[in-house]
């Protein structure tokens, strides 16, 4: 029986260490993609300003309000408009970010296709 309560014990703490895993790691892939506006290239998972930390604890307050990661993103484009994202989505303003690597890449292919072609 002592052999089956500790077992219980084990269980049920594996459980609650495994929940808490889980929701810090949806906390750190959020701020994995948001950019900190103080530091220089970092996002906020990486820094440690105050602006990062004070961040970190807003997205902790809006998980346990129960947004979701795209609401989460919303509010903080709302707020700090789309340069706060490191992955932001396709609009009118970032067509040619999204598209200017496919365009180089068919560049490069026709100017070595090309090249090729010339060869022989």
Avoid: H
């Avoid at 530091?39 to 906020?44: A, D, E, L």
């Avoid at 307050?61 to 932001?88: A, Q, T, V």
């Amino acid at each position: 029986m002592k052999i089956f309560k500790n077992f219980v014990i084990i269980f049920l703490l594996m459980t609650i260490n495994n929940l808490n895993a889980n929701e810090n790691s949806e906390r750190n892939q959020i701020t994995k993609n948001l950019r900190c506006l103080i530091c220089q290239g970092q996002s906020v998972y990486d820094s440690d300003s105050d602006f990062a930390n004070s961040m970190k604890i807003l997205v902790d307050k809006k998980l346990d309000e129960g947004l979701s990661e795209k609401e989460i993103y919303i509010y903080f484009k709302e707020k700090y408009g789309d340069w706060i994202l490191y992955d932001p989505g396709l609009n009118k303003n970032t067509y040619l970010l999204w598209l200017l690597p496919i365009l180089i890449f068919l560049f490069g292919g026709a100017i070595i296709a090309k090249s090729f072609i010339l060869k022989k």
